[in-house]
């Protein structure tokens, strides 16, 4: 089981793939304005949209909504603050992640290298 990192702004997100605005809403105490307005400020938050046009949030997309509303309500950063705070931490990240194919490509070369024996 994949673990996950636990913050205190964190809350309970229902058990389902996708998230109508309405929901999202209720769940992240939001008004549906500032949901519509933080997608054309934080390029993480993108919704896909059904054919009729209905903005289709993920559970990702739900904690990142958290986060944002946790670093511009509760630490009191700017929407630049916390985008550039958001883009930071995606950068230290991303080589833990890249580290980790690293790994997973070594182990595989020696496992087929077992193989060809």
């Known amino acids: ?9 964190q809350i309970k997100i229902p058990d ?12 992240a105490g939001l008004p549906t304005h500032v949901l519509r307005f933080w997608e054309s400020e934080f390029k993480k938050i993108r919704p896909k ?4 046009g209905q ?11 958290l986060e944002i509303k946790h670093l ?8 630049e603050g916390a985008r550039k705070h958001l883009a930071a931490r995606s950068v230290t990240e991303q080589p833990l992640g890249m580290q980790l194919l690293e790994d997973l490509k070594a182990e595989l070369k020696t496992i087929r290298d077992l193989l060809d024996r």
Do not use: N, W
């Open 72 to 79: 511009l309500h509760e630490k009191k950063y700017t929407i």
């Open 49 to 52: 949209r059904t054919g009729s």
């Open 16 to 27: 389902k793939l996708y998230f109508k605005i309405g929901e999202v809403s209720r769940i």
């Open 55 to 65: 903005r289709s949030y993920t559970k990702k997309d739900i904690e990142v909504i």
């Open 1 to 9: 089981m994949a673990k996950q990192h636990q913050h205190p702004y």
